[in-house]
């Protein structure tokens, strides 16, 4: 059985490292993986994905709409803006933050309200929190996606006992001085 | 030892394990990091070229020297290679010679969706696609043996999707290729007409070994499943058709895409009952198949556009299959790359931006960006090198139609080394009254910051000299008068420029030179500086939001600077007329 996660978020906010932590978990875990990513202009405040498919044996990386078992949203208008490529009956996990693109800051286009309530009425499994604030609590802003990350690997299940040691490999994928911050950040997103 | 790896990365393990001594390319998604990482072995010397067609030529010098050689580049960087690749198959090799080509189906981060894999049947060289990370590393092996064993350079087709995806790979251990003797051989490397001619036989005779190969190479595979439907496929797509189908087809997944494996093809054709061609963009498979009588059904179902999916080929073939996701009525508003926060270009796309009078042609890198609102400065983009010379052409027509327009063309410096050289040497012998702007921003910023003959490192690291693009193009004959060095977060002085560049009658060039926003040592020399506005004195005339920068927001009916983003790069200051910006730090 293979399954699928979906990370979506503004270039920047860290979803690549996210599942780069994420996909080493999982190997370790003797799943298969496949991790993919699109980057190039993205890079420059755009739209970014970055997909995770594991299983006894995974061909395609590509995920589709309808087909993410998990979708993590870092920011709220990725979220609705990915919504299609949530299963039905799959998790929606989102960051309740906000990023303005160009469009919304020069007033060509409106940032929608009421995401959240919104995306509550119609999605059964939703987790919503304010990873953003969690993390500049802690310290810095820029840990959020650790915390995501933690809510993330409780969510898929892989926070047993015999699973791997995921705080050891957040610490391993931080920068030096950010490793007790990131490590923080992890704990905290467990248990949000 | 397995362990996880892009196909970027893979390629290079797979260079490095089969003893490859030379690697070059110019970077470019979704290629570059191939590259990086080929530097990263000490073994293999890696360098960025000044381009592709130069990459490949240093490949194939040190191929016939005797070093088995790799040269990469993205889809559209084969165009500017493709002159020495068609000569190259031809001349053979002594050590191995690979040639790779990322392909960009979906256009992700490219000006074109060319499918590349039309060039192995045009040059004549042999072709393999890798499907996932370990064929990535497994048939850049191959490639190598095969290129010796028949003599010729072999074409590696990826596309971003086997490129940027990560999957398993079990490492091997080098084998020194070590680097072969080398003999003079005129006729073998001289291709003037009589040797070429000769070749031209050699290399026909070569292709027919070639077509004999393709039917026992391992990497045409059939897997049997379900024979009601055969699967023919490569690269990528063979992973999305399995993904979809299952053990509910049989699947010929084909590796080595060129000579195709017709006995293969036809035994495969006539054990099931519908032949189904799964493939991205181009009928490249299909028409071959066809060719040989074999009825199937291709790309009357599939789009020849843009990227599969396994969700794209499940609603062409399996259209029973509904929709299974969530929707919501609230619209998510676009979100289009943006030039960053304190980036130096757009000071001088603003001073440009103020002028009606100007067309403007741009060139590929960051700068692209230049195109898009609220700047919108850009009138043209169409490949490495034209911001220079389809300038020139643009200049020659208003002048034969008697229009008015400054034509000005914009061009990074990396792109200016790549190609834009020759075009302003152009320019100077053909007397065109274009003015060139060089975006000097010290790095090759939109693939991810990589240095070039303008920073004074290369890729393995070492220090070198700068080359600096003021000599260069007073060398091509650019009076010194027509040259301004600014500094595009100095816009009176930028603005200045743009005018005199606007109002001169000979070739002008403005260097704009500031580094990248985002290079490390800028960001923490520029730490701590800002820009805040003042709400007391902001007359709300939104005058600051025409620069386009993403640190400036207007919230609540008010304009608010991101402290998180803004870096004091002073542009917004400078636009305000009610001295309402202040600058914090220093």
Same mark, same amino acid.
């Given at each position: 059985?293979?399954r699928?996660?979906?990370l979506?978020?503004?270039?920047?906010?860290g979803?690549?490292?996210?599942?780069?932590?994420?996909?080493?978990?999982?190997?370790?875990?003797?799943?298969?993986?496949?991790m993919?990513?699109i980057?190039?202009?993205?890079?420059?405040?755009?739209?970014?994905?970055?997909?995770?498919?594991?299983?006894?044996?995974?061909?395609?990386?590509?995920i589709?709409?309808?087909?993410a078992?998990?979708?993590?949203?870092f920011?709220k208008?990725?979220?609705?803006?990915?919504?299609?490529w949530?299963?039905?009956?799959?998790? #929606?996990?989102?960051?309740?933050?906000?990023?303005?693109?160009?469009?919304?800051l020069?007033?060509?286009e409106?940032?929608p309200?009421?995401?959240?309530?919104?995306?509550?009425?119609?999605?059964?499994?939703?987790?919503?929190?304010?990873?953003?604030?969690?993390?500049?609590d #802690?310290?810095?802003?820029?840990?959020?996606?650790?915390?995501?990350?933690?809510?993330?690997?409780?969510?898929l299940?892989l926070?047993?006992?015999?699973?791997?040691?995921?705080?050891?490999?957040?610490?391993e994928?931080?920068?030096a001085?950010?490793?007790?911050?990131?490590?923080?950040?992890?704990?905290?997103g467990?248990?949000? | 030892?397995?362990?996880?790896?892009?196909?970027?990365?893979?390629?290079?393990r797979? /260079?490095?394990?089969a003893?490859?001594s030379?690697?070059?390319a110019? !970077?470019?998604t979704?290629?570059?990091?191939?590259?990086?990482?080929?530097?990263?072995?000490?073994?293999?010397?890696?360098e960025?070229?000044?381009?592709?067609?130069?990459?490949?030529?240093?490949?194939?010098?040190?191929?016939?020297?005797?070093?088995r050689a790799?040269?990469?580049?993205?889809?559209?960087?084969?165009?500017?290679?493709?002159?020495?690749?068609?000569?190259?198959?031809?001349?053979?090799?002594n050590?191995?010679l690979?040639?790779?080509?990322?392909?960009?189906?979906?256009?992700?981060s490219?000006?074109?969706?060319?499918?590349?894999?039309?060039?192995?049947?045009f040059?004549?060289? =042999?072709?393999?696609?890798?499907?996932?990370?370990?064929?990535?590393?497994?048939?850049?092996?191959?490639a190598?043996?095969?290129?010796?064993?028949?003599d010729?350079?072999?074409?590696?087709?990826?596309?971003?999707?086997v490129?940027?995806?990560?999957?398993?790979?079990?490492?091997?251990?080098?084998?020194?290729?070590?680097?072969?003797?080398?003999?003079?051989?005129?006729a073998?490397?001289?291709?003037?007409?009589?040797n070429?001619?000769?070749?031209?036989?050699?290399?026909?005779e070569?292709?027919?070994?070639?077509?004999?190969?393709?039917?026992?190479?391992?990497?045409?595979?059939?897997?049997?499943?379900?024979?009601?439907i055969?699967i023919?496929?490569s690269?990528?797509?063979?992973?999305?058709?399995?993904?979809?189908?299952?053990e509910?087809?049989?699947?010929?997944?084909?590796?080595?895409?060129?000579?195709?494996p017709d006995r293969?093809?036809?035994?495969? @054709?006539?054990?099931?009952?519908?032949?189904?061609?799964?493939?991205?963009?181009?009928?490249?498979?299909?028409?071959?198949?066809?060719?040989?009588?074999?009825?199937?059904? +291709?790309?009357?179902?599939?789009?020849?556009c843009?990227?599969?999916?396994?969700?794209?080929?499940?609603k062409?073939?399996?259209?029973?299959?509904?929709?299974?996701?969530?929707?919501?009525?609230?619209?998510?508003?676009?979100?289009? !790359?943006?030039?960053? @926060?304190?980036c130096?270009?757009?000071?001088l796309?603003? @001073?440009?931006s103020?002028?009606?009078?100007v067309?403007v042609?741009?060139?590929?890198?960051?700068?692209?960006?230049? /195109? *898009?609102? =609220?700047?919108?400065v850009?009138?043209?983009?169409?490949? *490495? +090198?034209?911001g220079?010379?389809?300038?020139?052409?643009?200049?020659? /027509?208003?002048k034969?139609?008697?229009?008015?327009?400054?034509?000005?063309?914009?061009i990074?410096?990396s792109?200016?080394?790549?190609?834009?050289?020759?075009g302003?040497i152009?320019?100077v012998?053909?007397?065109?009254?274009?003015?060139?702007?060089?975006l000097d921003?010290?790095?090759? /910023?939109?693939t991810?910051h990589?240095?070039?003959?303008?920073?004074?490192?290369?890729? *393995?690291?070492?220090?070198?000299?700068?080359?600096?693009?003021e000599?260069?193009?007073k060398?091509?004959?650019?009076?010194?008068?027509?040259?301004?060095?600014?500094?595009?977060?100095?816009?009176?002085?930028?603005e200045?420029?743009?005018?005199e560049?606007c109002?001169?009658t000979?070739?002008f060039?403005?260097?704009?030179?500031?580094?990248?926003?985002?290079?490390?040592?800028?960001?923490?020399?520029?730490?701590?500086?800002?820009?805040?506005?003042?709400?007391?004195?902001?007359?709300k005339?939104?005058?600051?939001?025409?620069?386009?920068c993403?640190?400036?927001?207007?919230?609540?009916?008010?304009?608010?600077?991101?402290?998180?983003?803004?870096?004091?790069?002073?542009?917004?200051?400078?636009?305000?007329?009610f001295?309402?910006?202040?600058?914090?730090?220093?």
């Open positions: 059985m293979t699928s996660v979906l979506v978020g503004v270039g920047g906010q979803t690549i490292l996210t599942s780069k932590v994420l996909a080493g978990g999982l190997i370790k875990l003797g799943h298969d993986v496949k993919s990513e980057h190039g202009m993205a890079q420059r405040g755009g739209s970014v994905t970055t997909q995770v498919r594991y299983g006894e044996k995974v061909y395609s990386p590509s589709g709409k309808g087909e078992d998990v979708l993590v949203a920011e208008v990725e979220a609705l803006r990915w919504l299609p949530l299963k039905k009956g799959g998790t #929606l996990i989102v960051n309740d933050y906000e990023i303005y693109s160009l469009p919304v020069t007033g060509a409106n940032y309200e009421g995401i959240v309530e919104q995306l509550e009425k119609a999605v059964e499994r939703i987790i919503v929190l304010n990873a953003a604030k969690i993390a500049a #802690l310290g810095s802003i820029k840990a959020q996606n650790i915390v995501l990350l933690g809510v993330l690997v409780r969510a299940g926070d047993g006992k015999d699973g791997p040691d995921w705080l050891k490999m957040v610490r994928n931080v920068p001085g950010l490793r007790d911050l990131n490590a923080r950040a992890f704990e905290a467990m248990n949000a | 030892m397995k362990t996880i790896m892009s196909g970027n990365e893979a390629v290079a797979g /260079a490095y394990e003893g490859c030379v690697a070059a110019y !970077p470019g979704p290629s570059t990091e191939i590259l990086e990482s080929t530097a990263a072995y000490k073994e293999i010397y890696s960025w070229s000044t381009n592709e067609k130069v990459a490949l030529e240093i490949a194939c010098g040190a191929s016939i020297a005797g070093a790799l040269a990469a580049m993205k889809h559209v960087g084969l165009n500017v290679a493709a002159d020495p690749m068609f000569t190259a198959a031809y001349t053979g090799v050590g191995g690979v040639i790779v080509t990322a392909d960009d189906p979906g256009c992700h490219s000006q074109n969706e060319q499918d590349n894999r039309n060039y192995a049947p040059a004549k060289v =042999p072709m393999l696609e890798p499907s996932d990370s370990q064929e990535c590393k497994d048939y850049l092996k191959l190598f043996e095969l290129s010796e064993r028949f010729t350079p072999v074409l590696l087709r990826m596309t971003t999707r490129c940027h995806s990560k999957g398993l790979v079990e490492l091997g251990e080098r084998v020194e290729a070590g680097v072969k003797e080398y003999k003079k051989d005129a073998k490397y001289v291709m003037a007409p009589a070429a001619r000769a070749r031209r036989a050699i290399l026909e070569r292709l027919g070994r070639l077509r004999e190969y393709a039917d026992t190479c391992p990497c045409n595979r059939i897997e049997w499943g379900d024979k009601r055969g023919i496929t690269g990528i797509s063979y992973q999305h058709a399995r993904e979809v189908f299952g509910g087809a049989s699947y010929l997944k084909l590796g080595l895409t060129y000579p195709l293969l093809i036809r035994k495969f @054709a006539g054990e099931v009952g519908k032949v189904y061609v799964i493939e991205e963009n181009d009928p490249y498979l299909e028409t071959h198949v066809r060719s040989l009588g074999v009825e199937c059904l +291709g790309k009357e179902v599939l789009p020849a843009g990227e599969l999916s396994p969700e794209v080929i499940r062409a073939l399996l259209p029973a299959a509904g929709e299974n996701g969530y929707s919501v009525e609230a619209e998510a508003p676009s979100r289009p !790359p943006v030039l960053c @926060a304190g130096p270009h757009r000071g796309y603003y @001073a440009l103020k002028r009606r009078d067309v042609a741009g060139d590929i890198g960051c700068y692209t960006l230049g /195109a *898009m609102p =609220p700047l919108s850009t009138d043209t983009v169409i490949c *490495m +090198g034209a220079i010379s389809a300038a020139v052409g643009m200049e020659k /027509a208003f034969k139609a008697g229009r008015k327009s400054k034509v000005i063309g914009c990074g410096d792109t200016f080394f790549h190609s834009g050289i020759t302003l152009d320019a012998y053909n007397k065109s009254s274009v003015a060139i702007c060089i921003n010290r790095t090759t /910023a939109m991810g990589q240095e070039n003959p303008g920073t004074g490192k290369t890729l *393995m690291g070492e220090d070198v000299p700068v080359i600096e693009i000599k260069i193009v060398a091509v004959g650019i009076k010194e008068e027509n040259i301004r060095v600014i500094t595009p977060y100095d816009l009176v002085q930028t200045k420029a743009v005018r560049a109002e001169a000979e070739p060039v403005i260097i704009s030179r500031e580094p990248c926003a985002l290079l490390k040592e800028v960001q923490k020399e520029r730490r701590g500086r800002r820009c805040e506005i003042d709400t007391e004195k902001c007359k005339c939104k005058a600051c939001l025409k620069i386009g993403p640190a400036l927001v207007f919230k609540e009916g008010q304009v608010v600077i991101d402290g998180s983003m803004c870096n004091g790069c002073t542009l917004c200051l400078q636009v305000c007329r001295d309402a910006v202040k600058k914090v730090g220093d």
